[in-house]
């Protein structure tokens, strides 16, 4: 497992979440984003929620609190 920490763009807060990659593993997959290769494409064994962790510092409860509960939910 490897901790990432991101500081969350929309309150600046940092916060960190456990990925369940090598380091190795992670580090190639960064390595592929940060080259060009989609998000999804670098990162395809990890949740959305995951990836916009990585990519935003955004986290589940976060998003819920700010955006709230999704269409689906609604219905």
């Known amino acids: ?19 369940p990659l090598s380091k190795a593993e992670f580090d190639a997959a960064f390595y592929a984003w940060q080259d060009g ?18 990519k935003t510092g955004i986290t589940d409860d976060q998003w819920q609190d700010i955006f709230g509960a999704d269409d689906s939910e609604e219905n």
Do not use: K, N, Y
């Open 1 to 19: 497992m490897v901790q990432v920490t991101r500081t969350s763009f929309l309150d600046g807060v940092e916060r960190t979440i456990e990925i």
């Open 37 to 54: 290769a989609s998000i999804q494409t670098a990162f395809p064994m990890l949740t959305p929620s995951q990836r916009e962790f990585i």
